[in-house]
């Protein structure tokens, strides 16, 4: 259905409406058939303002999720090697003094700095960056005696500035849009993390054959004739990618360039401009969107407001000075503790030990867990714009559920290289199950926690994306001493590798 606050105007006789069946309301005449129109021309409208704000979505972290999976491609050839991990880790959360300067300027200057031109400069900054990567990535420069990879670091903190400063700016100019564009957003932001992932794998990157190499170990010697004994044992061959780290990195700036034009669309076509409900914010927008008001086909004219009781006002007293006032401060503070739990769950306490969790049940499981696993997210944002259920209860359910999950895949990363069932095909079943439910519930519980906060209005999108970036920062933090420094966690020979039965 589609409410209607207008109807035909009378400027011609009725018999010449173009309508094939008329409904008379009162003195007016409603078109049925020009009414029809109008709702097909808004659904071709809202699905390109869907289309957009995934695509916006999808330049969010789409740089940093490309570095993670061209790893395997880019520390053969680097001086730091497998240290570049750990160092990208350091870096990611030096980045956030980008969303630290923007919060501030929230809580102490509010109003004052323009999300958008923010958005234009960080997207901007992330396409002559991933750029420029493509180019100067295998550069290193002398340092204390030593080669190190600047240029690759260096532009690596760009983008994790870019990456990190998206998740307080981005959110908050959605606000801009009608509530269920937001939640196309957050499937775009999944998708930035498969479209990466799925590039690779069509890239080759890590994709390991086990082959018998012999080597000698005794040998006869007969005149000129010298026989060789060998015992003969498997060793990882790496397959060659069907194209470069710098194509890949070309893509990547490719996604950004889609980022940007995504952006400008939402900000100047004429068809967004339509689905745009909150840009009151900014006091040159409310003029504007005072005059919109009477043309949007969701407008209530006077007769359509319901009366309200004074039972309805003192229901709608604020229970807090959070927001709208809709959640008490106690419900206020479990659900910014539960998004800060699962963002440091879901951005870097599970994906730091995900090689270690799936390895061992072979290259292919590792392939699958990590691709899967980038497809439920978005699928959870899909679930979300059909079932966007905001209770608080479903939530903390759901947070459990995602946990315990995650508490499996800890276990078989702690056991790694012989977890449970490691010889078993049934053990590659459960652990890849384990992280598509892992990844599909709490992503869930991020999005109905961003529908949520997003009825609660603009300031409480800022402090959503400060608070993701705080849990992924902890998370980070706690998993990187004991990963890289105290090494409690052991990789396996991905061909040599002997459990017991």
Same mark, same amino acid.
């Given at each position: ?34 009414? #029809? ?27 940093? !999720? ?19 991990? /750990? $160092? ?7 980045? !956030? ?66 990456? %990190?400063?998206?998740? +307080? ?74 194209? /470069? ?12 360039? +889609? ?12 068809? +967004? ?7 009151? $914010? ?13 043309? #949007? ?26 927001? #709208? ?17 699962? !963002?440091?769950?879901? !951005?870097?306490?599970?994906?730091? +030990? ?6 061992? $049940? ?28 905001? /209770? ?10 995602? #946990? ?90 991905? %061909? ?6």
């Amino acid at each position: 259905m589609i409410r209607v606050s207008w109807w035909c105007r009378p400027c011609a006789p009725v018999q010449s409406l173009p309508c094939q069946v008329q409904q008379r309301h009162g003195s007016r005449i409603l078109c049925r058939s020009y009414i #029809t129109l109008l709702y097909h021309h808004h659904s071709i409208m809202s699905l390109l303002t869907h289309v957009l704000a995934c695509l916006f979505g999808m330049g969010s972290w789409v740089a940093i !999720n490309g570095m993670w999976v061209e790893l395997p491609l880019i520390v053969p050839h680097i001086p730091e090697e497998w240290y570049l991990p /750990s $160092y990208l880790t350091v870096l990611i959360q030096t980045a !956030n003094i980008g969303p630290l300067f923007i919060t501030l300027m929230h809580r102490f200057r509010p109003r004052v700095l323009d999300e958008r031109l923010v958005i234009y400069c960080i997207v901007g900054l992330g396409i002559i960056a991933t750029f420029l990567l493509a180019f100067f990535w295998r550069h290193t420069v002398m340092i204390g005696g030593s080669l190190h990879s600047v240029p690759l670091l260096l532009l690596s903190f760009l983008l994790s500035v870019v990456d %990190c400063t998206s998740s +307080v700016t981005f959110l908050p100019f959605m606000m801009r849009l009608r509530p269920q564009y937001l939640t196309t957003y957050f499937a775009g932001e999944g998708l930035s993390g498969l479209v990466p992932a799925l590039v690779a794998l069509i890239q080759g990157v890590g994709v390991v054959h086990c082959q018998n190499v012999t080597s000698p170990t005794a040998g006869n010697k007969t005149g000129d004739n010298i026989t060789m004994f060998g015992s003969g044992e498997l060793q990882a061959i790496y397959q060659p990618a069907k194209f /470069s780290a710098q194509v890949f990195f070309v893509f990547l700036s490719a996604m950004m360039v +889609v980022c940007m034009v995504a952006f400008i669309l939402l900000n100047h076509h004429p068809a +967004v401009a339509r689905e745009r409900k909150n840009d009151l $914010y900014f006091s040159s927008d409310m003029a504007s969107g005072k005059r919109e008001q009477g043309l #949007t086909l969701h407008a209530q004219t006077p007769e359509q407001k319901p009366m309200i009781s004074p039972l309805d006002v003192i229901r709608r007293e604020p229970r807090s000075l959070f927001g #709208t006032g809709t959640y008490s401060n106690l419900e206020v503070l479990f659900i910014f503790v539960v998004l800060a739990w699962v !963002n440091a769950l879901t !951005n870097a306490v599970l994906p730091s +030990v995900q090689s270690y969790s799936c390895l061992p $049940y072979g290259n292919k499981a590792y392939h699958l867990a990590a691709t899967m696993a980038a497809v439920a997210n978005p699928v959870a944002c899909f679930i979300a714009m059909f079932m966007p259920i905001r /209770s608080l209860m479903l939530m903390g359910f759901l947070t459990m559920v995602g #946990t315990g999950f995650g508490a499996y895949i800890m276990a078989m990363a702690a056991l790694s290289p012989c977890p449970l069932l490691v010889h078993s095909a049934s053990g590659t079943v459960v652990i890849v199950l384990t992280w598509i439910l892992f990844v599909l519930s709490l992503s869930y519980v991020k999005v109905i926690i961003g529908v949520i906060l997003r009825d609660e209005g603009h300031s409480a999108l800022v402090w959503c994306g400060a608070v993701v970036q705080l849990g992924s920062m902890v998370g980070a933090i706690t998993m990187f001493p004991l990963v890289s420094i105290y090494q409690l966690f052991k990789s396996g020979d991905a %061909c040599n590798t002997k459990c017991p039965m």
